[in-house]
């Protein structure tokens, strides 16, 4: 019984060339199959964090048949509507779906045009690691968030793939916010579990250039009145404070000048008086040729402020 054991496994070896089989490793199969897809909302182990991220639900079934098919972890999906051939990419939360039955967050199903009840193409993949991808948000009041990078960053942890050309919905608090998928690297679709992604932002849909807005008719106005009050001739007196002023700005005041600065023409006004001075009323209308004297010497006979000429201090 030895002899023959041995002489047995000795026809083995030499049938296989002088050493044992070798095991191929096994090539894991493509899982294909087609569910009716309804909302994740009316699965009875309903939660709310099921509609965050990108994750579905499918029937226990399908974990038996992706096990028989080897297929790598973490699971990956094509889903594809049928109808208009629209597809993304997701991964798998649970396997607690009816049979021949999926979940789908609300926000996969709309971006897919997909109701209740609607077929749907699921398929398993394999995808690289992404190292790039650049968004864009409808709405500008992402980018006035304290820190959106900050938001997007802890959002995209319930996500397993990015889609060039997709839709993704992220929540902050009570907001929900939509980004499209401008460009992602490398290839049109990236796993991002597990790896460093840079981020791009592409200005938000609704974003609008702010635009010079033309003056209003009352500004207008008012802009007019200030020039022309440029040309008015106004005469100042002389300064009565320090001479050590040194704002230029009302030294333009002091000395008779214009707001303009331009010295005044000569007109009949009276000069303010500066320093220390006395004034005789009696010599001031024999020496004056103008002015009140003049206007009271026309008439005959009479004689202005006929006084001895006694000063006023």
Known sequence: ?????????????????????????????????????????????????????????????????????????????????????????????????????????????????????????IKSVTLRKGNYVKLQPHKTKFTTLSNPRVVLERALRAFSCLTKGGTIAIKHGQQQFYLDIIETKPGNAITIIDTDVNVDFAPPKDYKEVKKVAPLKKEREVKKASEDSKDTKLVWGASTGSKNSSSSYFKKLSGGNTLSGRKPKKSNLIKAASGKQTASWGSASKKSTGGWGAAANKKKGYKAFGGKGYSLK
């Open 1 to 121: 019984f030895f002899f023959t054991r041995v002489w047995t496994m000795d026809m083995i070896s030499s049938l296989f060339g002088g050493s044992a089989p070798m095991m191929r490793p096994a090539v894991p199969q493509i899982f294909r199959r087609q569910f009716k897809v309804f909302s994740v909302a009316c699965a009875s182990n309903y939660k709310a964090n099921m509609e965050e991220g990108d994750k579905i639900l499918l029937p226990p079934s399908a974990f038996q048949e992706l096990g028989r098919c080897m297929i790598t972890y973490p699971m990956m999906f094509q889903v594809k509507n049928p109808k208009n051939e629209a597809k993304t990419h997701c991964g798998v939360m649970e396997f607690t779906a009816p049979e021949g039955i999926t979940y789908f967050p609300f926000w996969m199903m709309s971006g897919l045009c997909l109701q209740n009840g609607d077929i749907v193409d």
